[in-house]
């Protein structure tokens, strides 16, 4: 019999129900085993509890944990939840705040005069098992507003009352009750806490101010983990082992390439080796930039506030810039973005349509503000170089200059031995200039010059720049982290504010397309992936020192200083150590160091001219004649073969 609800799943099939029916009969009435394995399910699109009723035709999909990113988002919410139950119950008068899913995990946020301790972690990890073994029942309430408010007030829950009072007047109240336990949320959670399984584990605490605002309290974050099984887990844990050991900060002390200082908070002081490896970076894409037909400027650091007001960044991004008034009052702005600089620059002089496109390229430092808790290392700075360029074309270049800077993208990237890496596709945020009808136009050309290559994308929606969409390039390193670097903006509004123009075919000023460009991101940052990536020991056309010439005895040190001297010819940065050392202590420490040559010479290589090379982590040495040795080597840093 047919009847009067109709329900499409994802393989074409349609059942059919006579009366209003939950996502979880659909599944029992599927079978046995997806009811047993169902989580949660999508319906129209939309995540929701299995609980939820489907009222009129629906198209649905049951998540089940063969849908990761659905079931990780589940698990780790509702892991947030039997987290807080277990904190209440172990430690009665602790409130309850806000408690997320993260990517990796989840925190909570308590507020609790007492700190917790590291010891208190095991305890509550310990209750959060138990819990998990009392399969309590995720189950839904719609509150009446001030019935909510009134209950965590009884409760001495203020933020949590607070929370309610703020929440748009139209908002419905949904509370989540597991056991007698009960948290405001607006779901969906798994079915019930069995389902979120014992692959969790809690990391770390932190402090963290209410609401994120350094004028409220502070409250005590626990951090968690929590994955779909075991071998994910663990899988984890020994990525953040290897994460550990591969610390750029770490390294970058072991290797003498930088470190920072309290009165320069997120800024890098640059050591020598370090400022080598960072102008290679940048000799490195000059050279790409110049074959690729971009030329080079320089913009100002410090410009006046009207710029940045006629450029949109006052209005949007006004919290992010260091400012300053000088004696005569006009107030100042350190450049956050390099795009308005670039504009001038375009602006002088005529443009012809038959100069276009004119790919304009900026080693420009940036200073953004950043709070002091998000920064780490050279990673998460507030001053820092980007590889910018500006692209100015016509709309109908635009798609072409757009695949060539993906090409060129990921073919740099290859150079620096990453071979994996996503482009996300980033639209239009909440927070904008200019009107919808360009925006469409923008976000079908961009996607459009990706689908025209064949390249796969997926959406990061509403994360587009405040002046047009973007593209997202995320590279895979050696241990699986995703790192989010290149980027890809198509703009018409920044050069419409500040009045860039080129000459069409008709004589008529027309406003060109403007194409916002990063290879790397920040030198900074990519610095750091690449010391992470390659766990110190970078290639030798990379490596800042490439070779340490160490004697055994203090008889052989003019042959050393011979042969110190020959590598430095041949452009292969060279140190000698002759101290009154042991020869094992001298290449112990070289190795810590991460230089990727020792070149090892007693008496024997002396009478032969000859010189013992060690390679970083190897064992064996290898015996080459000078002259042999010094060609292995410049063979061997040359670099990339897209720079010869």
């Known amino acids: 019999m047919d009847g009067n609800i109709s329900v499409s799943l994802p393989d074409g099939s349609v059942l059919s129900y006579d009366k209003p029916v939950s996502a979880a009969e659909v599944a029992a009435s599927i079978g046995p085993g997806l009811a047993k394995a169902a989580l949660a399910a999508r319906i129209n699109g939309t995540l929701v509890d299995l609980s939820t009723m489907i009222e009129g035709d629906a198209e649905l999909a049951l998540i089940t944990k063969k849908d990761e990113d659905d079931a990780l988002e589940l698990i780790r919410h509702d892991a947030a939840h039997v987290m807080a139950q277990a904190v209440q119950e172990l430690f009665p008068g602790t409130q309850v705040t806000i408690g997320p899913s993260i990517e990796n995990g989840f925190y909570y946020d308590f507020a609790r005069e007492i700190p917790f301790t590291p010891e208190d972690l095991v305890v509550i990890e310990k209750?959060?098992?138990e819990i998990v073994d009392r399969d309590l029942p995720f189950e839904r309430e719609v509150w009446d507003r001030d019935d909510a408010v009134k209950l965590y007030e009884e409760k001495g829950e203020k933020y949590k009352a607070e929370l309610i009072r703020d929440l748009p007047a139209d908002e419905i109240v949904s509370m989540y009750r597991q056991g007698d336990w009960i948290d405001l949320c607006r779901g969906?959670?798994?079915p019930s806490t069995k389902k979120v399984g014992k692959a969790f584990k809690l990391m770390k605490l932190a402090g963290a101010y209410w609401r994120g605002d350094s004028r409220n309290e502070m409250l005590q974050r626990i951090y968690g983990t929590a994955w779909t099984d075991d071998?994910?887990?663990k899988a984890y844990l020994r990525m953040l082992e290897e994460a550990e050991k591969r610390d750029h900060r770490r390294l970058g002390r072991e290797m003498n390439?930088?470190?920072?200082?309290e009165e320069a908070p997120g800024a890098v002081f640059?050591?020598?080796?370090g400022w080598t490896l960072f102008r290679r970076l940048i000799n490195y894409m000059r050279t790409r930039q110049d074959r690729a037909g971009y030329v080079e400027i320089n913009t100002p650091a410090v410009m006046d506030r009207s710029l940045w007001e006629r450029s949109g960044h006052w209005d949007t991004f006004r919290q992010n810039m260091f400012t300053t008034q000088t004696v005569d009052e006009r107030v100042f702005a350190l450049k956050p973005m390099n795009c308005p600089g670039g504009i001038q620059v375009f602006k002088q002089g005529i443009t012809s349509y038959k100069d276009l496109p004119r790919r304009i390229a900026e080693f420009g430092k940036v200073n953004r503000y950043e709070p002091s808790g998000s920064l780490h290392g050279i990673m998460r700075v507030r001053e820092f170089t980007q590889d910018d360029a500006h692209i100015f074309?016509?709309?109908?270049?635009?798609?072409?200059e757009s695949r060539d800077v993906v090409e060129l993208i990921l073919d740099i990237y290859k150079d620096f031995g990453f071979e994996d890496v996503r482009i996300k596709f980033a639209d239009r945020p909440e927070k904008r200039i200019g009107s919808d009808e360009d925006w469409d136009q923008l976000e079908t050309a961009l996607k459009g010059a990706l689908e025209q290559m064949g390249y796969e994308y997926s959406y990061n929606p509403g994360e587009g720049s405040f002046y047009g969409p973007k593209l997202e390039f995320v590279l895979r390193d050696a241990i699986g982290r995703d790192w989010q670097c290149g980027t890809l903006q198509v703009d018409m509004n920044m050069p419409r504010r500040l009045?860039?123009?080129?000459?069409?075919?008709?004589?008529?000023?027309q406003y060109p397309v403007m194409l916002h460009r990063a290879l790397f991101g920040s030198l900074e940052r990519f610095a750091g992936i690449l010391i992470e990536h390659y766990a110190g020991r970078l290639p030798l056309w990379l490596a800042p020192q490439k070779a340490v010439v160490a004697t055994i005895t203090?008889?052989?040190d003019d042959y050393g200083r011979e042969v110190a001297a020959a590598f430095n010819a041949a452009g292969i940065a060279c140190e000698t150590d002759f101290r009154n050392e042991k020869i094992n202590y001298k290449v112990r420490e070289h190795s810590v160091a991460k230089i990727p040559v020792i070149a090892v010479l007693g008496a024997r290589e002396a009478e032969n001219r000859t010189v013992a090379l060690r390679r970083l982590g190897g064992k064996e040495q290898e015996i080459l004649a000078l002259e042999d040795a010094v060609a292995r080597l410049v063979e061997e840093a040359a670099g990339p073969r897209s720079t010869r």
């Open 554 to 556: 203090s008889d052989v």
């Open 231 to 233: 071998k994910q887990l």
């Open 499 to 509: 009045e860039a123009t080129y000459v069409d075919t008709d004589g008529n000023k």
């Open 257 to 261: 390439l930088f470190h920072f200082q």
């Open 393 to 400: 074309c016509t709309m109908e270049q635009m798609q072409q």
């Open 127 to 129: 209750r959060m098992a």
């Open 270 to 273: 640059w050591h020598p080796k």
């Open 188 to 190: 969906p959670h798994l």
